[in-house]
């Protein structure tokens, strides 16, 4: 995995990764990323009177705030994927049909969003998917391309996962986002196998280049309801029967480096 | 270990038993429906009430059945109830796949094999464990539709098997009222979201063949498992009873 990560990411040095952490810090506390998640949090019955939100103006706030959340994501992936089609990075045949679909899926969730949120959604940021220049350009380089892919899917299933208990008292917003999240995660496992994992992940996925260690911090537990699941067929088959959600916190952490 | 989560009712969270009369089963919705399992059930002497033996499947367990089950959804501990139907019958075909794995398997689809085996176990623990008490027996399945040597058998019925474990999970969770359980949910639908994925994938089939999953109902979810359970299961006071599902456009896809 060292000698991959050196080869992959011979670029990257102590240096950026610092910058790449206090850039995420700065964005954390108030940064651009603050800024567009603002909206969010404006009541919905204030934002329909502020314009002329006819079809979202029922929306109740904490379903705004949660879809908006989403729609950032959604924003990310979709651009990335729409960008890295058009780069010619993607190899013809299987790999470039697995992209194609995986990109038509994420621009249907930002079209169902954007539906849904009518004039609450917010508007596509710009991104910077080399992370301020942390990672090598993922649209000249392959491998790069697909552990960027990994992470933003991978972050998906848990960012979307996190969201659930928002989701809660809102059947139908909570019934829709769960089915974003499982093809999400059939993203993400296709994504895991085309680079050769398995499409589950074991612990807190040892396999991970650094770039995205972050998205499976805390991904190994093996409590859950307060049973060992750890114990009726080995730790490793425990963690990868569950996935973990991280906290919409956790989830800007690991997408804000790349939001321009 | 849980703490159910009733409507006020002072009965037992999960009922195993047999219908009082043909006047009560007529209310609720029948989940096996095939011939086979019918006949066998009125042959069948094994009490209702007594727990049967775990789904170990063998050759001869297809012609098992173990009594009756009622699942009732009135309540959380019914629907995980549902839940642990559902990864029942997934633990047992894959135990039975590696037992028996088909000739000409590449180290690849092992792989994928072997390893959703150890999840649906431990899913199907997981349940059992976290419900105790008020934990279904286990089912008898029937495989019977399932030719064990053939790949192609083996991974179209683990499609069916992953597609529709996705599409319940999606279906069921809205009706779940406390969020740890709701959240516990979530952690196991996306796992086997990835199961399907691959196993999709090893078949030739597209890992994700619509931008949304489905969210199928109680009833949907019973009409495609219900065929691999010789158990006689019916569920009451299902939520869903008489809806139909939010489907994809592409759901035929999935139903193939």
């Known amino acids: 995995m060292t000698r991959d990560l050196h080869r992959i990411f011979h670029g990257l040095d102590e240096q950026s990764l610092d910058r790449l952490a206090s850039r995420r810090e700065a964005l954390r506390s108030g940064g651009r990323l603050a800024g567009a998640f603002a909206?969010?949090?404006i009541p919905a019955a204030l934002a329909a009177t502020a314009s002329d939100a006819f079809a979202s103006s029922s929306l109740p706030g904490p379903v705004v705030r949660v879809l908006n959340f989403a729609l950032t994501l959604e924003y990310l992936e979709s651009s990335f994927y729409n960008r890295g089609i058009n780069s010619g990075v993607i190899p013809a045949g299987k790999d470039r049909r697995v992209f194609e679909t995986i990109q038509s899926h994420e621009n249907a969730h930002v079209a169902f969003l954007k539906k849904a949120l009518g004039s609450q959604a917010i508007s596509r940021p710009e991104f910077d998917f080399t992370a301020g220049g942390a990672i090598p350009n993922p649209f000249k380089n392959y491998e790069v391309f697909k552990i960027v892919a990994q992470g933003f899917e991978d972050t998906g299933v848990r960012a979307y996962k996190g969201q659930a208990g928002a989701l809660k008292p809102y059947d139908t917003y909570l019934t829709a986002a769960l089915t974003i999240h499982s093809v999400e995660a059939r993203h993400a496992s296709e994504v895991r196998r085309l680079r050769g994992e398995d499409g589950w992940i074991p612990f807190e996925d040892p396999a991970a280049p650094a770039p995205i260690k972050a998205t499976y911090a805390g991904d190994g537990n093996l409590n859950q309801l307060g049973v060992d699941v750890g114990g009726f067929h080995g730790a490793k088959a425990g963690t990868e029967a569950f996935d973990e959600p991280l906290t919409r916190e956790d989830v800007l952490a690991i997408a804000s480096p790349f939001i321009a | 270990m849980l703490t159910p989560h009733t409507r006020g009712e002072d009965e037992r969270a999960v009922?195993?038993?047999?219908?009082?009369s043909p006047t009560d089963r007529r209310n609720f919705l029948k989940w096996s429906g095939t011939a086979a399992a019918t006949a066998l059930l009125i042959a069948c002497d094994q009490s209702p009430t007594e727990p049967s033996t775990a789904p170990v499947p063998s050759e001869s367990q297809t012609q098992k059945v173990a009594g009756q089950v009622a699942i009732d959804l009135k309540n959380d501990f019914g629907i995980l109830n549902f839940a642990y139907a559902l990864e029942q019958l997934e633990a047992a075909?894959?135990?039975q796949v590696v037992r028996q794995l088909y000739s000409g398997i590449t180290s690849e689809e092992e792989g994928i094999l072997r390893d959703i085996k150890k999840h649906e176990v431990v899913h199907r623990e997981f349940f059992k464990t976290a419900l105790g008490s008020?934990?279904?027996?286990g089912l008898a399945?029937?495989?019977?539709?399932?030719?064990?040597?053939?790949?192609?058998?083996?991974l179209l019925a683990a499609k069916v098997f992953e597609d529709t474990g996705v599409g319940a999970y999606n279906g069921?969770?809205?009706?779940?009222?406390?969020?740890?359980?709701?959240?516990?949910?979530?952690?196991?639908?996306?796992?086997?979201?990835?199961h399907a994925s691959a196993i999709r994938d090893v078949l030739g089939r597209s890992f994700a063949p619509n931008a949304f999953d489905s969210a199928l109902t109680f009833e949907q979810v019973l009409r495609r498992a219900g065929p691999f359970i010789a158990t006689d299961v019916t569920l009451t006071n299902s939520p869903t009873a008489g809806q139909t599902a939010q489907r994809s456009s592409g759901d035929e896809e999935m139903d193939s």
């Open chain 2, 93 to 95: 075909f894959y135990i």
């Open chain 1, 39 to 41: 909206l969010g949090a």
């Open chain 2, 141 to 154: 399945v029937d495989f019977s539709a399932v030719n064990f040597t053939s790949r192609e058998s083996v």
């Open chain 2, 134 to 137: 008020a934990a279904i027996p």
């Open chain 2, 172 to 194: 069921a969770a809205k009706f779940l009222r406390n969020g740890d359980y709701l959240l516990a949910a979530g952690k196991i639908v996306s796992v086997e979201a990835r």
């Open chain 2, 15 to 20: 009922e195993v038993g047999l219908f009082r």
